[in-house]
């Protein structure tokens, strides 16, 4: 079967590299088919690659090759990749992706184009990069109401959180680090500001709950803010800092939906996932909680995702798999800040006293070098609008949620 795949960058060169090492596994699971590469979309030169007759630059040449029936999308940002993908499913293609902004932005309309048209678009590799969770959770776990999603859906801060933790860098030096790795881009913004957290967040809650939620739905705030004071004394009540996404079934009509640094204890399966892997929690009424984990990112494990997506439409060409979701609502997402209730950390300049006499019950931190003017505490359970108004007038320094996950 030809095969087509637009962008040649990190993860679209894997898809390639895939195809090409795997044709014979590849084959036994298609029933004999192997997948052939016929053309690379990038606007890019690649001097002295191997694959030199395959490159073109016009998006028509994959469009207009009638025997091309799976395209990989792996280009990323929502335009030219919307308009190419959806001419690609109305002229009878099936699409697969790695692009979760397209699909946090455009996937519902995406998926209805392809119901539409009879094909498939298939998003694996969105979303914690080689780890299988689209299809557990569409699939395996559809005999569970999902009471709520936590997870680790960021490499790169994961590992600046972990190099803060371990090794007690600064965030500015571990970030560098993750720059001369590779992991953090030259503008690293999307990943330290919860933003693409924030679309790997809004797919997995449009699956889980079958509404569309978008990224404008869901608050995300980043990692810029913590520091080596804070990961100190969070250390000091057996717990870590992670950049978590969390979703949360408030009612059958909305959910709660957010990106933020959350507090997870050591007992937790998110506590140990260091460095750049990913971890996906699910919490099911019937299952309890699984937990999925491994490589979060990278070119080869993104790859795996993608590859096994056109297996599957291989597999699947005349008929359609059936993930998806239907359309959100404004008020579908609730303002997390006043419904939810959970334990806050809170580090401000001020006595024990003070705070004693603002709180029922908190819990005393204490770090090393402590400043005689500064307390770090952690709170009882209240929504995050309760306690900012406790707090009201004081001068604080840093909040973080605490999670039940
Ligand atoms: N920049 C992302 C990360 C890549 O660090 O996880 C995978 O989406």
Known sequence: M??????????????????????KSIANRTGGEILEVSHILDLRDFPGDEHEDLFTKDFNDILNDEDVMVVAETMGGVNPAYDFTMKLIESGKSVVTSNKELVAQKGLELLEAAERNG??????????GGIPIIRPMAQCLSANNIEGVAGILNGTTNFILTKMIEDGMTFEEALKLAQDNGYAEKDPTADIEGFDACRKVCILASLAFGKHVYPNQVRAEGITKITLEDVSYVSSANGVIKLLGQIKKIDDDSIAAFVSPAIVFNGSQLASVNGVFNAILVRGDAVGDVCFYGPGAGKLPTASAVVADMVDCAVHVDRRKTFGWGEGAEDYVVDEKTVLKMPFYVRAKAGCGEIMARFNDVKFLNRKGQPSDEVAFITDSMTENELTSKLENMDVINIIKVTDY
């Open 2 to 23: 030809k095969v087509a795949v637009m962008g040649y960058g990190t993860v679209g060169s894997g898809v390639v590299e895939v195809i090409e090492t795997h044709n």
């Open 119 to 128: 094909v498939n678009y298939l998003f694996e590799a969105s979303v914690g």
